[in-house]
C-alpha cells in the first residue's frame, strides 16, 4: 500500500511499500534542480559526441549484412575492378552523333587535368581504339552495308573533302541540282538533304541554334533513340568526411562542362548518374525534406499535446524530456553503431512517437491524481508508483522487440533496433526523473474539476459493453479475411524505387533502364583466365534470357579476313577521294553571300520544272537561303559552323576507320584490358538481359538463369533479388525471436498464460489489419517502410501492457479512464511524428509515412473498440501489477 506525506515546505516523504518507480519519482522531486543539471549535463556530452563523429550513409547496399555469400561475391567484384565501384557516369546527349562524340572527348580530357578530383576519366564507348576499329565489331552484312553507303556517297564526299566549308556544301547541292536539270537524277532522291539542311539553315537565319548530322543523313533512315548520347565513366575521388563525398567531384564536372560551352542553349544536355551521385543525391533530398517536415511535426504534436493535457506549462515539460531524451539517445547510438544509415535514422521519429507515449502517461495520471493528491509532488509521486511498473515492462518489451533484429541479417534495421532499444530505456528513465522534475519546478495549475478521461468516450464503451461478443466476431472474420489477404501483400525491394524519381541521378538512370543495349541491370561474372571466361560467356550467351555475354575477346573482330577485304576496296575507292590535297582558301562573307543566292536560285529553277517530286522542300530549302544572304553575317557564320563541325568529324571518322587492320589481343588499349582483366588474370564476363529490362520479375528468372550457369555471378539483378529474399527471411526471424522474447518477458511478470494472450491478441490483430490494408491499398512493403511493423509491435505490446495492467488492477471502465485519454493522445502524437514523414519528396520515406498511418490507424481503433471489448467482463482475479486510481 503506498502511503504519502506532505513535509513542511510542500515536499513529498513516501512510507510503507511503495514501488521503486515511486520512489525515484519522488527524489526526483525532491531535488529537481540536481536531477536537471544532471540530465543537461548528459545532454551537453551526448551533443558534443555527436556533433563531432555524426556520420551516415545513403548506400542502399551496406543495409545488408556483408557475411552474405552474395555480398562478398560482390565485394570480390568490387576488388577486382575498384573502377566500377563508387564511379560516376557522365551522360552526354546532344542534338546530333557527332556533337555528342565531340563532347564527349573534350570532357573526358579536361576531366583527366582535375587530379584533385578525378582518378581516371574515360571513354567506354570511344576513343581512338573505337574510332579505327570499330566498324569491325559490328556483324560482316552491316560492314558491308556501312562500306556500301559510303562509296555510294562518294561524289557526294569528295566536293565536301575539297571544300569543307559552308561554300562546299552549298557548291555540292548546285551540282546535285545540275544533273537533276539534265535529268540524270530527280529531285526526290535528295529529298533528306534539303529538309535537313533547310531545318539547320532556319535555326541560324532566326538566331536559333542550328545542329546538322552528316552521319544520320548518310544512314539513309531515321535516327534511333540514343544514336546522339555519348558517355564519360569517371573514377572520382570522394571526400568521405562530407555529408555528401562525390559533391565536390560533381561540381567539378559540372564546371567543366560549363567552361567547354556544353550548355542545353548548344544542344548538349550533361547528366549525371552512378552510385556517387545517386548517394548524393539521395542524402540531399532528405536532408531538403527535413526541414518542412520536422516544422510540420512540431506544429502539430504541439496542438495535440496541448489537447492531451490542457496546460502550457506540461505541453512544455513533456517536449523538453522528450528532446532531451533525443540527444542523449542520438549521442548513444552514434557511440554504439558509429554511423546511421538510411533506415536507422529513422530512430528519431520513432523515440518521439514511442518515447512521448512514457512521458504522456506520467503527465496525464498526475492530472489526474492531483484530484486525490493536491500537491504536484504527491501527485507525481503517486502517478509514479501507479504506472512505474507497467511503464517499466513495456519499456521492457518494446526494447525486447526492437533487439530481436539485432541477430538478422539486415543491418539498417539491426542498427535500428540497437538505437531504438536503447532510446526505450532512455525515454522511461527520463519520464521517471526529469519529467517529474520540470513539473515541480514549473508548478502547473491543477484543474480541479476535469474529468481523468474523457466524457465522450463513455457512449463507445457503454455500445462495446453492450455488444462486446459483436465487436470480438468482426475483430475475429477481420482477422481471418487480412489473413486470406496475405499472399497477395507485395515486396518491393528494389532500392531505385525508394528514391526520388525527379532527382538528375536517377531521372537519367530511368532513361538508360529503358535502354536494352545501356542498361545498369547487367550482371557481372569472374572467371579464372579469359580462356574460361570466353568459355562461359558462350554457354550464358545461349540462355534464353539473356540477350548477349561479353569479354575482352568480344573486342576482337571475327571474320576479320572478309571485313578487312571490304575495308581495303573501300580504302582504294575513297582515299583519293577524302584526301584531295590543296584546299582553296576561305570565302569572303560576300562571296558567301553569292553562294547563297545562286544556290537559292538553281533550286527555284529546279522546282519550275513539271511533275518534280520534292519542290516543296526545294522552296523551303531556297527561302532559307536567302534569309541566311540577306541576314547579317553571324547568321551565316552559325550556318556554317552547323554543317562544317560536324563533316569534319565525320571526314576524320571515316579517313579513321578505313586505315584499320587486323586486330590482335596485343593491340587491345591497356586501358580497356585493366576493364576487363585483372593483374593476376582473372577475366571479367558482362551479361545483359533479354527482353523488358526494367521488370524485377523478368530480371529475377534473368539472374536465376544466369546464376544456374555461374553460381558466383554479381550485378544489380542479383542484388535486388537476394537483398529482398534477405529482408524477408531476417523480418521472419525477428518477429519470431521478439514474440518469444516479449511472450515470456510478459509471462515471468503477469504469471498468467491467461494475461499473456489478452496482451498479446490485439497486437497481433493490429498487425494483421495493418497487412491487409496494404494488399488492399497496394502499398507494398520495400526497404524503408518495413520498420512501421517493429514500430507497430512496441506500441502495440505498450498499449496491451497499460490495459492489461489497468484491468488486473480492478479497472473497470477503461474507454473513459486516464488511462484511455493517454493511450489515445500518446497514439495521435506518434501519428504526428510519423505523419510527416508522408510529405517528403523522397518515396522511401513518404512511403514509411502512409504505412505508419496505416497502422497506427488499426492500432487506434483495436484500443477503442477490440481491447476493450476483450476485457470487458472477464474475472480480474489474481495478483495485482498495478492498483487502481482509486485504490491509490
Known sequence: MLWLRAGSSGTVHVTGGIPLAGRVVAASCRRPWLVLLLALALGAAALLHTTRNFAMTADTTELISPDLDWRRQRAAFSLAFPQYTDSILVVIDAATPEQAEAAAAMLAARLQV??????????????????????LLLPLPEVQAVLERLIAAQAFLGPLAADPGLRGVLTTVSTMLEGIRRGDA???????????????????????????SWR????????????????????????????????AVSAAIRAAAQELGLQPTRGVTVRLTGAVPLADEEFATLAQDAVPMTTAMLLALLGILWLAVRSTRYVFAILATTLLGLVLTTGLGLLVIGRFNLISVAFIPLFVGLGIDFAIQVAVRSQAERRAHPQMEQALAAAGAGLGGSLALAAAAVAAGFFAFLPTSYVGVSELGAIAGLGMGIAFVMSLTVLPALLVLLRPKADRGAAPGSSLLEPAEAAVRRHRAWVLRAGGLAAIASVALLPWLRFDFDPLHLRNPQAESMATLADLLADPDRTPNTIDILAPSLAEADALARRTGALQEVSRAMTLSSFIPSEQTEKLVLVEDAAMLLGPTLEPGLRPPAPSDAELVQQLRKTARDLRDVT???????????????????????????????????????????????????????????????????????????????????????????????????????????????????????????FLQASALSALSIAVLLGVALRRATDVVLAMLPMLLSGLLTLGSCVLLDEPLNFANIIALPLLLGMGVAFNIYFVSAWRAGENELVHASLMRAVVFSALTT??????????????????????MIALGWELAVTLLFRPALLAQLPAGGALVLRSDRAL
Open 216 to 247: 544520320r543523313l548518310m544512314a539513309g533512315e531515321p535516327s534511333k533513340p540514343g544514336d546522339a548520347r555519348r558517355f564519360v565513366l569517371v573514377q572520382p575521388v570522394l571526400d568521405f568526411g562530407a555529408l555528401e563525398p562525390g559533391a
Open 831 to 852: 501519428a504526428t511524428a510519423f505523419g510527416a514523414l508522408w510529405i517528403s519528396s523522397h518515396p522511401g520515406t513518404a512511403s514509411m509515412g502512409r504505412l505508419l
Open 114 to 135: 582535375e587530379p584533385r578530383h578525378v582518378r581516371r576519366a574515360w571513354l567506354p564507348e570511344g576513343g581512338p581504339f573505337f574510332e579505327r576499329y570499330g566498324l
Open 608 to 730: 519550275d520544272a513539271p511533275d518534280q517530286p520534292a519542290s516543296a522542300e526545294a522552296g523551303r530549302l531556297a527561302a532559307a537561303l536567302d534569309q541566311l544572304a540577306g541576314g547579317p553575317a553571324s547568321v551565316r557564320a552559325a550556318a556554317e559552323a552547323a554543317v562544317t563541325e560536324p563533316l569534319t568529324v565525320l571526314l576524320q571518322q571515316v579517313a579513321s576507320l578505313l586505315r584499320a587492320g587486323p586486330v590482335s589481343r596485343e593491340m587491345l588499349p591497356p586501358n580497356l584490358v585493366a576493364d576487363w582483366i585483372t593483374s593476376d588474370g582473372r577475366a571479367r564476363i558482362l551479361v545483359f538481359p533479354r527482353g523488358k529490362t526494367d521488370d524485377n520479375a523478368h530480371l529475377r528468372r534473368f539472374s536465376e538463369a544466369v546464376q544456374s550457369i555461374a553460381p558466383a555471378a554479381t550485378g544489380t539483378p542479383i542484388i535486388i533479388r537476394e537483398a529482398g529474399d534477405s529482408i524477408v527471411l531476417a
Open 186 to 212: 530527280n529531285l526526290g532522291e535528295i529529298r533528306p538533304v534539303m529538309t535537313a539542311l533547310a531545318g539547320a539553315f532556319e535555326a541560324a537565319a532566326e538566331g536559333r541554334p542550328a545542329h546538322f
